[in-house]
């Protein structure tokens, strides 16, 4: 089945500056990426997701990118708040509509 | 928030007992899921169902059991034979086919007396 992995497990950033997650994945056949974020206590809520036909998509600060001849994906966050604080998940999707999660990585963003 | 209640918000299980956490949605999904997160882990896939009346295993399907009678309920039941039952259970729902975004819950939280 899908494999995916995640780094880092924990990121510290200054507010201000960027933060990078990596994912990679095993399953040549996957087609979907999505990024949940999860404050704490709180459900994970879906920030960006990208599919295998494209190679970038971008919402204000947030980007993800994809690489399908490496498999990796990668979310961006560009002029981290506060609020940017919290767990970030990683998935895959390949057969039917099972979605493989990372390990999570938790992000603070210091004032 | 709300599309998907998940109820109760925590739940105590004492030893050999099963346990019912239960997921409803009123969103027209077609397709349910429940997922497990131990702290600091990610997300692991216990059962799905793609529609009523027909569910499949994922990867941690031991100890648990399901059931799809209704298109917007899913109950989740952890049973005896699910040794280490604590953890945080996440119920997720999506339209299903092609449309695979999915939404979560707001979770059960599951403790051994």
């Known amino acids: 089945g899908e494999n995916v992995e995640q780094h880092p497990s924990t990121l510290s950033v200054q507010e201000g500056d960027s933060a990078v997650i990596k994912c990679t994945y095993s399953d040549s056949a996957s087609n979907y990426f999505p990024w949940y974020k999860q404050e704490l206590g709180k459900r994970p809520q879906l920030i960006i997701d990208i599919r295998s036909n494209v190679g970038e998509k971008k919402d204000q600060r947030i980007a993800v990118t994809l690489n399908k001849t490496a498999k990796h994906f990668s979310l961006h966050i560009t002029e981290t708040q506060p609020e940017d604080s919290a767990v970030y998940f990683c998935?895959?999707?390949?057969?039917?509509?099972?979605?493989?999660f990372g390990g999570g990585t938790r992000v603070l963003v210091k004032p | 928030d709300g599309g998907i209640t998940q109820s109760p918000k925590y739940l105590f299980r004492k030893e050999g007992q099963n346990v019912t956490l239960s997921c409803e949605q009123n969103?027209?999904?077609?397709?349910m899921y429940w997922y497990r997160q131990d702290p600091g882990q990610g997300l692991r896939l216990i059962y799905y169902s793609q529609i009523v009346n027909d569910f499949q295993k994922g990867d941690i399907a031991e100890g648990y059991s399901v059931s799809r009678e209704k298109k917007e309920s899913f109950p989740l039941t952890v049973t005896s034979a699910q040794k280490n039952p604590t953890a945080f259970y996440l119920c997720a729902s999506s339209i299903g086919g092609t449309k695979d975004i999915q939404y979560f819950g707001a979770g059960t939280r599951l403790s051994v007396l």
């Open positions: 998935a895959a999707r390949a057969a039917g509509n099972k979605l493989t």
């Open positions: 969103l027209n999904h077609d397709a």
